[in-house]
């Protein structure tokens, strides 16, 4: 008999359910939840007309979330119409929309039907370092389906070990830690540093990495990010080096039409460079290569360009 493994760590981020969780200032979140849990249970394409219809309404926003994405389309697609633009931002809602309405599935449904309704390309890339015994750190972009593959994989018996800020709200962030790591796995507060983390992938658990997220300028070097440049976090060289791991790119997918997870798996990077810059390049081409194919996907309404050279933030006043 195989002896259950043991993912608790003391160091992780393990919150806890709190009675205070019932006082009135959370009713709101619950209301929402009990609302939310029939609708993750339609079909997938009535969940995606419902999408498509709110995504028509919001599109024409010029403020707020919504104003943010146009913004960052429009840096790092400046060669695109802005009709080009608009479809990619209508788009993107309607993936968002349609992923959310059904994610609290993955929490209500069984490991068997999350198994059928997910697709793997490229999984032996990351079964041939399992194989050999290799630490591997996924690097994945921020999609809509960014919570899927770590799910899938613990389910799986692969645990994921992953750094997170937590969230304002204290229940919306244990109930979001608890579907994290339902299957298994490790979850890391960022204030706690990186060594955690590190020595989770030393460990055997597979690193989940976000190489998009803005740290600010002193956290940061600026490389080229489509048609724009983008403050990246430096250092994947080395974090390679030292949790011995290779680093594998992964893209997470919502199909709107199958209503399918996809997930793509990359061969591992060539042995980074070292060189600051040349890897932060390096890491900005994993997302373009990905995103370009599926802008949709992606989560544009991020403060992804937030940190400019000229200390101009682009969203200001929205």
Known sequence: MTKPRNDFDPKAYNPEFDYRFLAPTHWGTWVGLTLGLPLSLLPHKVRTSIARFIASKISKKRKGPVQKA????ELCFPDKTPIERETILEECLVTAGSFLLG????????????????????????????????NAILLVPHSW??????????????????????QKNPLTDWLMHKQRVQYGGRVYDR?????????SVKDGYLGYYLPDQDHGPEQSVFVDFFATEKATLPGLGKLAKVSRAKIVPLFASYNTVTGKYEIDIRAPLEELSGNEKVDARAMNQVVEQFVTSKPEQYMWI????????NGIDPYLGY
Do not use: C
Request: charged letters at 25%; glycine letters at 6%; proline letters at 5%.
């Open 70 to 73: 146009r913004i960052n389309l």
């Open 145 to 166: 389906a960014i919570d899927i593959p770590a799910i899938l994989l613990a389910s799986r018996g692969l645990p994921v070990s992953a750094m997170a800020n937590s």
């Open 103 to 134: 994610f609290p599935a993955i929490s209500l449904r069984s490991k068997k039907w999350l198994e059928k309704n997910s697709v793997f390309y490229g999984l032996e890339h990351l079964e041939k370092l399992q194989t050999n015994g290799q």
């Open 302 to 309: 991020l403060k992804l360009l937030k940190t400019r050279r």
């Open 191 to 199: 204030s706690g540093g990186i060594k955690p983390f590190i020595k």
